[in-house]
């Protein structure tokens, strides 16, 4: 099992950066694809971002396409999502999520073992 630790969340004005991190417990982790997920007030939990369990593939949702960067330390047991250029819209709570598959997925319902989130304000 490898349950996710968000941290790295806070305020950040239009057009900054923010990097969060996603720390596990647990054995393997590069055995694990990990995802990021965010969740904005009266939303629907959307996609942001995922890679497999050697960092080689990454995908990413539209909103976020060429902005923000999903990587990994293996030797660190951590992932991390680097965020630039933010936007108002991109306030919301993230969230890490894991799945014991080295394939990475975009689907919610792909992932297993869910953080309890971080919040990222975006002021304008």
């Known amino acids: 099992q490898v349950q996710p630790v968000e941290s790295g969340g806070g305020l950040v004005q239009a057009g900054g950066s923010l990097r969060l991190s996603c720390a596990t417990s647990g054995r393997s982790f590069s055995s694990y694809a990990m995802g990021w997920f965010r969740q904005a007030p009266g939303k629907e939990r959307e996609f942001v971002a995922a890679?497999?369990?050697?960092?080689?593939?990454?995908y990413y949702g539209n909103s976020v396409k060429g902005r923000f960067t999903i990587s990994r330390d293996n030797a660190k047991n951590t992932a991390y999502l680097q965020m630039s250029s933010l936007k108002p819209e991109d306030t919301a709570i993230y969230y890490c999520a894991s799945r014991p598959n080295v394939v990475a997925f975009t689907t919610r319902d792909a992932y297993y073992y869910w953080g309890q989130g971080t919040q990222v304000t975006v002021s304008s």
């Open positions: 890679i497999s369990g050697s960092g080689g593939t990454t």
